[in-house]
Antibody, heavy 117, light 110 residues
Framework: EVQLVESGGGLVQPGGSLRLSCATSGLSVSSNTMSWVRQAPGKGLEWVSVIYSGGTTFYADSVKGRFSISRDNSKNTLYLQMNSLRAEDTAVYYC???????????WGQGTMVTVSS | QAGLTQPPSVSKGLRQTATLTCTGNNNNVGNEGAAWLQQHQGHPPKLLSYRNNNRPSGISERLSASRSGNTASLTITGLQPEDEADYYCSAWDSSLNAWVFGGGTKLTVL
C-alpha cells in the first residue's frame, strides 16, 4: 500500500523557517512527480510546488523565492523548505503524488503550519 | 495566480442529479482539461476524475466529467448522503507552469 506521511509542521514566528518532510512508502520519490498543496483554515486548496522525476521544479508565485522543494532519494522523502514565513502561509500542507493529469492522486494526511507571533 | 471559477455552493435532493461547473481559460481547462477532487471535512482531497472523464479505480460510476471549451463539468447522479462534500476542480496552466484550483463548491444533499 502506498503511503505518504507529512511531518515538520508547527508554530513559527513571522520571518522564521520550517522544513516539512513527506516520508513515502510503496513508491519512489525519484521516479515520480511530487507536489505540495496547502489549505488555509476554512479556505480552498492552493498548489504550492512540484518536483518532476528529472528534477525540474516549479513554484506558485505566492511562495517563489521563499520556498524550496527537494527530495532525498535514499530516504524516499520529499521536503519543503519554507523561509521568510508570513501569516498568510498558515495552512495544512499536503504532499501528493502528481500523476501528470491531476495535482495529486495519492495524498498524505497533511501537517499544520501556523505562522504567528 | 488566477484560479478557476466554481460556484460556491450547490444544493440538491437525495437521489437527484447535481452538475458542478468550473470555468478557466485556453491555458488551463481549455488546454488539457480539468481534474476533479472531493474533500470531506477534516480529510485530505480524493481524486475523482482527470483529463475530463477518466476515473481512478474505485470511483463510483455515478460520477462523470466533461468539458466544453473552457468549462469543465462534474455530474453526480443518484445523490447519496456521502456525496455531501467540497468539490474542487484543477488544471495545469501552461502559461503559469502551475496547477490552478477553483475555489471549491460545497455540495449539500438535502
Amino acid at each position: 500500500e502506498v503511503q505518504l506521511v507529512e511531518s515538520g509542521g508547527g508554530l513559527v514566528q513571522p520571518g522564521g523557517s520550517l522544513r516539512l518532510s513527506c516520508a513515502t512508502s510503496g513508491l519512489s520519490v525519484s521516479s515520480n512527480t511530487m507536489s505540495w498543496v496547502r489549505q488555509a483554515p476554512g479556505k480552498g486548496l492552493e498548489w504550492v510546488s512540484v518536483i518532476y522525476s528529472g528534477g525540474t521544479t516549479f513554484y506558485a508565485d505566492s511562495v517563489k523565492g521563499r520556498f524550496s522543494i527537494s527530495r532525498d532519494n535514499s530516504k524516499n522523502t520529499l521536503y519543503l523548505q519554507m523561509n521568510s514565513l508570513r501569516a498568510e502561509d498558515t495552512a495544512v500542507y499536503y504532499c501528493a503524488r502528481d500523476p501528470g493529469a491531476a495535482p495529486g492522486d495519492i495524498w498524505g494526511q497533511g501537517t499544520m503550519v501556523t505562522v504567528s507571533s | 495566480q488566477a484560479g478557476l471559477t466554481q460556484p460556491p455552493s450547490v444544493s440538491k435532493g437525495l437521489r437527484q442529479t447535481a452538475t458542478l461547473t468550473c470555468t478557466g481559460n485556453n491555458n488551463n481547462v481549455g488546454n488539457e482539461g480539468a481534474a476533479w477532487l472531493q474533500q470531506h471535512q477534516g480529510h485530505p482531497p480524493k481524486l475523482l476524475s482527470y483529463r475530463n472523464n477518466n476515473r481512478p479505480s474505485g470511483i463510483s460510476e455515478r460520477l462523470s466529467a466533461s468539458r466544453s471549451g473552457n468549462t469543465a463539468s462534474l455530474t453526480i447522479t443518484g445523490l447519496q448522503p456521502e456525496d455531501e462534500a467540497d468539490y474542487y476542480c484543477s488544471a495545469w496552466d501552461s502559461s503559469l507552469n502551475a496547477w490552478v484550483f477553483g475555489g471549491g463548491t460545497k455540495l449539500t444533499v438535502l
